[in-house]
């Protein structure tokens, strides 16, 4: 009895994975690291991710495949980004060290998701916690203004730059907790500076900030905090990293870390 109900749940969990696998969309051809199922980003922003993350693959061996696709299949986003970094074999055999970025974006009544599943061997240098991070600090804001391709490649600097041991897990949290305070600085001198030009075109007196010597006034451009540059511009793959010969057949686990917009 008890071999009979053995042989029934390994038939049971076989034929679920099968059919698992069949969700999971295989890798475009010719073999890239980002593979875009939903046109999410355009020609141009597809080659700059796609040279960066060769790049990066060349030069350390650790693999970030990023990934968008149009459905989830029913699934949970970390279960979905789990089995196709496992299916794919993102990250090399033995080191394990492959992350996937996963996106499914917004479709008619659907909210986006993006998830971040870390490979077996990177999980002590990005813990699920500090993915959760990166998506909450460095993704979603973009995301949230339609800025897809800003809010990956500020992800990516950041995966890039612990996978390095640039600095570290904690380092980075007591970074992005820092953040938020100056931001406020900075929008508080803005608005101090702007409120003080008002005051003057209204005749008010006194000193005001940033008042040339001529009487006028004038504002310092300040641009966003947006992600690092990548290697090289916009073109063809060729550029700097080779060609892309496929996923070395890491490993993933469960667990992984997700949000929404």
Same mark, same amino acid.
């Given at each position: 009895?008890?071999?009979?109900?053995?042989?029934?749940?390994?038939?049971?969990?076989?034929?679920? !994975?099968?059919?698992?696998?069949?969700?999971?969309?295989?890798?475009?051809?010719?073999?890239?690291?980002?593979?875009?199922?939903?046109?999410?980003?355009?020609?141009?922003?597809?080659?700059?991710?796609?040279?960066?993350?060769?790049?990066?693959?060349?030069?350390?061996?650790?693999?970030?495949?990023?990934?968008? *696709?149009?459905?989830?299949?029913? !699934?949970?986003?970390?279960?979905?980004?789990?089995?196709?970094?496992?299916?794919?074999?993102?990250?090399?055999?033995?080191?394990?060290?492959?992350? *996937?970025?996963?996106?499914?974006?917004?479709?008619?009544?659907?909210?986006?998701?993006?998830?971040?599943?870390?490979?077996?061997?990177?999980?002590?240098?990005?813990?699920?916690?500090?993915?959760?991070?990166?998506?909450?600090?460095?993704?979603?804001?973009?995301?949230?203004?339609?800025?897809? !391709?800003?809010? *990956?490649?500020?992800?990516?600097?950041?995966?890039?730059?612990?996978?390095?041991?640039?600095?570290?897990?904690?380092?980075?949290?007591?970074?992005?907790?820092?953040?938020?305070?100056?931001?406020?600085?900075?929008?508080?001198?803005?608005?101090? *500076?702007?409120?003080?030009?008002?005051?003057?075109?209204?005749?008010?007196?006194?000193?005001?900030?940033?008042?040339?010597?001529?009487?006028?006034?004038?504002?310092?451009?300040?641009?966003?905090?947006?992600?690092?540059?990548?290697?090289?511009?916009?073109? $063809?793959?060729?550029?700097?990293?080779?060609?892309?010969?496929?996923?070395?057949? $890491?490993?993933?686990?469960?667990?992984?870390?997700?949000?929404?917009?």
């Amino acid at each position: 009895m008890i071999k009979r109900l053995f042989i029934l749940l390994t038939l049971i969990a076989g034929i679920s !994975y099968i059919t698992g696998a069949q969700n999971i969309p295989d890798p475009m051809k010719p073999r890239r690291i980002v593979n875009d199922f939903t046109g999410l980003f355009s020609k141009q922003e597809q080659n700059t991710l796609e040279r960066k993350l060769r790049n990066f693959n060349d030069s350390t061996s650790t693999q970030i495949a990023v990934v968008t *696709v149009p459905t989830l299949n029913g !699934y949970d986003i970390n279960d979905y980004a789990a089995r196709l970094g496992e299916q794919w074999g993102v990250g090399q055999k033995g080191k394990d060290n492959g992350i *996937v970025l996963l996106i499914k974006p917004k479709s008619g009544r659907e909210r986006g998701e993006v998830a971040i599943s870390v490979g077996y061997g990177l999980e002590g240098v990005i813990p699920d916690v500090i993915a959760s991070r990166i998506i909450r600090n460095e993704i979603i804001p973009s995301f949230q203004q339609g800025e897809y !391709y800003r809010g *990956v490649n500020k992800a990516l600097d950041v995966i890039m730059d612990l996978s390095k041991g640039e600095y570290t897990a904690n380092e980075y949290r007591k970074k992005s907790e820092s953040g938020g305070w100056i931001d406020f600085v900075i929008g508080f001198i803005i608005l101090a *500076v702007l409120l003080s030009f008002i005051f003057r075109r209204r005749g008010g007196g006194g000193y005001s900030p940033g008042r040339s010597s001529g009487g006028g006034f004038f504002i310092f451009p300040m641009g966003g905090f947006g992600g690092g540059s990548s290697s090289g511009g916009f073109g $063809g793959f060729s550029s700097g990293g080779g060609s892309f010969g496929g996923f070395g057949g $890491g490993s993933f686990g469960g667990g992984g870390s997700s949000g929404s917009w």
